[in-house]
C-alpha cells in the first residue's frame, strides 16, 4: 500500500521542509521506496537535496499544467535511495493558470495516479500557505502530516488549518485525515516550549508524535551542503529524532 502525506502549514519556517526531507531519507533507509514531491514554488526541497531549482527543465510545474508524466520528471538520487519530484521558479505562475484549469484541485492527484505504485511513501511538500497549490496537494493525499514548531504563536494558526483540511474532506477528499503532528524545533531549556507541546496534545488528543525535533545547528545546516541529516551529521541529536520519528511512522502504519 502507498502512502501518500502531504506536509502542510500555512506557517513558513516551522521546519516543513526539513521534516519532509529528512523524514523521506530515513524512511529510505528503514527499506521504504520514498519519492518527495516538492510543491513549493521556493523550491527549498529541490535545494536541499543540491538540485539547482534554476535549472530544472521538467518538475511539478510542468507535471501540474502541462500534463507531464511524473515519469519524464522523476529525479533519482541512489546514495539517498530518494526520487524527487524537483520544483522551480516556474510553478509560481501555476496559481494563475490553475485559476481557469477543469479539475484544479485535483491536476496533481490524477497525475501521480501512475506512479502510486512505484513507491511505498509519497511525501508531497506543500507552500506556506492556503493556495490552489496547496489544495493540490491535499486532494492528492490520503493524510496530512503537521510540523508546528513548539512556539507559542505557532498555536494560532492551527485551528485555521484543521478548518481548511475539514472544508477539504466535505468537498474534495473525503477519505483525508490527519495522521499527526510533528513538534519541531524543540527548545528543552524553556518551559514554553514545553507548554505548547501540551497546550497541542490537548487540542489534537492521540495526533501529536511522541518524537520531537530539537533545535539544532546541525539541522540548520544540512540544507547548505545539498544534503539531508542522515548524510550530513548522522549522529547529531537533529538526526537521532527525524530516525525516531521515521520508525515511529513506519510501525503505525503497518499496524494500520
Not at 52 to 62: E, F, I, L
Not at 236 to 253: I, M, N, R
Amino acid at each position: 500500500m502507498t502512502h501518500i502525506y502531504a506536509l502542510v502549514n500555512q506557517k513558513g519556517g516551522v521546519g516543513k521542509t526539513t521534516t519532509a526531507i529528512n523524514l523521506g531519507a530515513y524512511l529510505a533507509q528503514l527499506g521504504q521506496r520514498v519519492l518527495l514531491v516538492d510543491l513549493d514554488p521556493q523550491a527549498n526541497a529541490t535545494s536541499c537535496l543540491g538540485i539547482d531549482k534554476r535549472g530544472v527543465q521538467s518538475g511539478t510545474y510542468q507535471v501540474i499544467i502541462d500534463n507531464t508524466p511524473p515519469l519524464d520528471a522523476i529525479l533519482y538520487n541512489p546514495k539517498l535511495g530518494i526520487a524527487l519530484l524537483p520544483s522551480s521558479p516556474a510553478l509560481s505562475g501555476a496559481e494563475v493558470e490553475l485559476v481557469g484549469a477543469p479539475q484544479r484541485e485535483a491536476r496533481l492527484k490524477h497525475s501521480l495516479a501512475a506512479t502510486r505504485k512505484d513507491y511505498d511513501y509519497i511525501l508531497i511538500d506543500c507552500p506556506p500557505s492556503l493556495s490552489l497549490l496547496t489544495l493540490n496537494g491535499l486532494v492528492a493525499a490520503q493524510s496530512v502530516l503537521i510540523p508546528v514548531q513548539c512556539e507559542y504563536l505557532a498555536l494560532e494558526g492551527l485551528g485555521q488549518l484543521a478548518q481548511t483540511i475539514t472544508r477539504v474532506r466535505a468537498n474534495l477528499n473525503t477519505s483525508l485525515t490527519i495522521r499527526g503532528l510533528v513538534m519541531t524545533m524543540f527548545d528543552s531549556r524553556t518551559s514554553l516550549a514545553l507548554q505548547v507541546v501540551e497546550e497541542v496534545r490537548k487540542h489534537f488528543p492521540g495526533k501529536v508524535f511522541t518524537s520531537i525535533i530539537p533545535r539544532s545547528v546541525r539541522l540548520a545546516e544540512a540544507p547548505s551542503h545539498g544534503l539531508p541529516i542522515s548524510a550530513f551529521s548522522p549522529t547529531s541529536t537533529g538526526a537521532q529524532a527525524y530516525a525516531a520519528l521515521a520508525d515511529e511512522l513506519l510501525k503505525g502504519d503497518q499496524k494500520q
